[in-house]
């Protein structure tokens, strides 16, 4: 059973500012790691995914770094803006179906 | 653009009842999910499929709570009887099974239930 840990709960960042958000995993695993955003009343929306054998990977402001021997990665928002206020959710691939364990999420915050 | 469809999106009955939701997965997408979404649990997988064969469904309360896909277009979540605690949102989502990248899911908007 895989588990994931993130961090932090909460993230109030001002506009402009950088977004930082952490997970750890435990069990090593091969498929895509993916970060979601949610808004209220939506569903969970891809943001951005990374495969384990890379270290980073970059999408316009979106950032994910990637530490296999460390069992962690982050996302990281740079130019944060107020339209990027969500919640996200880092995931992990597990078992034979490669299905995912989500982290406990993170409300993000951009202030005006 | 291709997208998971859920209904009912809100559902709030009384407790004893039996509720239904249906998920219209992706075209083309083999694996369908189901999660269950609550403040304070977060995300849980309840069940899985793929190519329509539930793979696991240890996340269900077995007693009450069951899976289905009739077919390739539609699967179902079904609560019998419903109970307060069962009050959350559920969400569908679809994947393309079997190569890497597969395990990137697409959701559907989720059915809010509660349950009275």
Redesign the interface.
Known sequence: QQQVKQSPQSLIVQKGGISIINCAYENTA???F?W?QQFP??????LI?I?PDVSEKKEGRFTISFNKSAKQFSLHIMDSQPGDSATY?CAA?S???????????TQLTVLP | DAR?TQTPRHKVTEMGQEVTMRCQPILGHN?V?W?RQTMMQ??E?LA?F?NRAP??DSGMPKDRFSAEMPDATLATLKIQPSEPRDSAVY?C?SGL?GS???????????SRLTVL
């Open positions: 091969f498929d895509y993916p979601y009343g939506k569903g969970p929306a891809l995914a495969r959710f691939p078992g034979s179906a490669r299905q995912l364990t989500f982290g406990s999420g | 998971v694996t999910f999660y977060g995300l997988l899985y793929r793979l696991d969400f989502a099974g890497q990248g597969a395990n990137v899911l697409t959701f559907g908007a989720g």
